[in-house]
């Protein structure tokens, strides 16, 4: 979710204050706030002249983030970090602990987004630390309320729920001490409120959900209707349809809708397709369903290949910018400790390495056995249909099996009708589809598949989200993973293929998709699974 706008909006509102410039501030303001709504190139030629007439180190840093926030607006990743940086080797040289703050603050942010997890706790400790150092409380308290936040979307994104709850209060308590202005107040406040709402909503307490979200609403209302808002109109409707208020659920959708029409975010309209979809599942629209799968795939590619292209180019650098930060944000005692510092930092980093290098193999160990144990029969897809089967045939004839009605659930309020029969018809068919290689087709849809099944789109979903404990699209990707590691392992002549091969074979839109969806599905990359299974035949 593109949550980190919130930092960067505070950020850009009030980044630095030790020069009076209103004509630089002017310009500077108007840009991020309305320039970029409407002509994100012209926005970014302008910030290109602000950093060109910039004469300070301090005007030069602003430019400089402005440039890394509009490009993180428009979803080119790639490009706000590297201006980020640069931000960061100009600001070292200074003794400007609030900026230092909120630069390392802003590249924490942009990797918990890219999913570097460590990397991104890493930057928000040096933040933290830096931020002790600011000799005005308020500033540090500003500061530290801003990392409390960071550090809540970061544990909710690692779904410690009750810990990022932790964290949000936390971070209040540091805004309740400063004075600030009614718009910035209402602003963090509203999106503590919300990221409340989104929490307690994960954590299955959705009337609690529901009243921070309503909260976070009273807050925004007196400013312009903005990402934090959509995010709350989000939830809201997320929790509507759980409730089966498909009217109410409406109603935030159209709200969200309205805002997406003039917003460029990505990551926003994402979450919004998302959501609009689920709202035209229930309500049997298939059309919208299908159009809208088509947009959110297109914006989950474009995302991807951005993120695929910062991660490749960044990763194998990162470590050694670790050790830049740390070493530019030391004292000059650092110097005398060098030597040891780097002795200890290697071999920190040697076990880290060998940490992950173990996890890895363990990984892939588990991927071997389970493939194994699946060719014997001793697990299949099809667990729950088995087991249900047997349930069946074990308490009752199938002859005199009276047609007992289930009455189940959709997100615990949305009820679903269907007979015990009509449960095991489905499940059976989806075991006869998992043996065979459909799921490999470009394309395949919800619709097609309850087809196949001789059932509607509703039960099926619901079959699959139950039984399967995934959604649809989440289904097929695992079983698309599993037939293409069923192929290099047994089939060594597959581990030439190209990923771009690979990927055409098991059904996937681009290269990219496929190596996210084998990540994430098996928590290594393609060219690391095949690497070791050739170690492993060598062996």
């Not at 930092?7 to 410039?21: A, W």
């Not at 979803?75 to 640069?86: M, R, S, T």
């Not at 363990?362 to 667990?383: A, W």
């Amino acid at each position: 979710m593109n949550n980190f706008l919130i930092f960067i909006f505070i950020i850009l509102t009030n980044f630095f204050y030790s020069q009076d410039l209103n004509s630089y501030n002017s310009i500077y303001n108007k840009t991020y706030t309305e320039t970029s709504e409407t002509d994100m190139k012209k926005a970014l030629q302008v910030a290109d002249s602000l950093y060109t007439i910039s004469e300070t180190p301090i005007l030069k840093i602003r430019s400089l983030m402005l440039t890394a926030a509009l490009y993180q607006h428009s979803g080119d990743l790639k490009n706000a970090i590297e201006f980020a940086l640069k931000a960061e080797k100009i600001i070292s040289k200074t003794d400007n602990n609030i900026g230092k703050a909120r630069v390392y603050g802003f590249l924490a942010t942009q990797y918990r987004i890219l999913g570097l997890y460590d990397d991104s706790k890493m930057y928000h400790q040096i933040a933290y630390e830096v931020s002790e150092k600011i000799e005005d409380q308020k500033f540090a308290n500003e500061m530290k309320g801003l990392l409390m936040q960071e550090m809540a979307y970061y544990e909710e994104h690692q779904k410690n729920y009750n810990q990022s709850i932790s964290y949000i209060n936390k971070a209040q308590s540091y805004f309740n001490a400063i004075q600030q202005s009614p718009e910035i107040s209402s602003t963090r406040s509203g999106n503590n409120e919300q990221l409340l709402g989104l929490n307690y909503y994960k954590l299955k307490k959705t009337n609690k959900a529901k009243l921070h979200y309503e909260n976070a609403l009273k807050l925004l209302h007196t400013v312009p209707t903005n990402f934090i808002t959509c995010l709350t109109y989000n939830g809201l409707a997320m929790i509507y349809m759980d409730w089966n208020n498909l009217s109410e659920a409406k109603k935030y959708i159209n709200l969200m809708e309205e805002f997406s029409k003039k917003s460029k975010d990505l990551e926003l309209k994402n979450v919004m397709y998302s959501t609009s979809q689920r709202y035209y599942e229930f309500t049997q629209n298939m059309n919208k369903v299908s159009d809208l799968a088509r947009k959110r795939d297109s914006i989950k590619d474009n995302l991807a290949d951005k993120s695929n292209d910062i991660i490749n180019a960044t990763y194998s650098n990162l470590k050694k910018e670790n050790i830049i930060i740390k070493e530019k944000s030391s004292t000059n005692k650092f110097l005398i400790f060098l030597c040891s510092s780097l002795l200890i930092g290697s071999c920190i980093y040697f076990i880290f390495y060998r940490r992950k290098q173990k996890r890895i193999i363990e990984r892939f160990k588990q991927i071997l056995k389970k493939s194994d144990e699946r060719k014997r029969g001793v697990i299949s897809y099809t667990n729950t249909a088995s087991s249900l089967i047997s349930k069946i045939e074990n308490t009752q004839p199938a002859q005199t099996l009276p047609e007992k009605i289930i009455d189940t659930k959709i997100s615990d309020h949305k009820a679903v009708i269907m007979t015990s029969e009509t449960e095991e018809k489905i499940l059976s068919k989806l075991k006869e589809f998992e043996e065979s290689t459909l799921f490999n087709l470009k394309n395949l849809s919800l619709p097609y598949l309850a087809t196949y099944c001789n059932t509607n789109n509703r039960y099926l979903s619901y079959v699959i989200n139950t039984h399967k404990e995934k959604d649809f699209y989440n289904y097929i990707n695992e079983l698309k993973i599993t037939y293409i590691i069923d192929k290099l392992q047994n089939n060594p002549e597959y581990r030439k293929f190209k990923i771009a091969s690979l990927a055409e074979e098991c059904g996937f839109s681009s290269p990219n998709k496929f190596t996210l969806v084998f990540k994430k599905e098996t928590e290594i990359l393609p060219s690391a699974f095949i690497k070791l299974l050739n170690q492993k035949d060598r062996s």
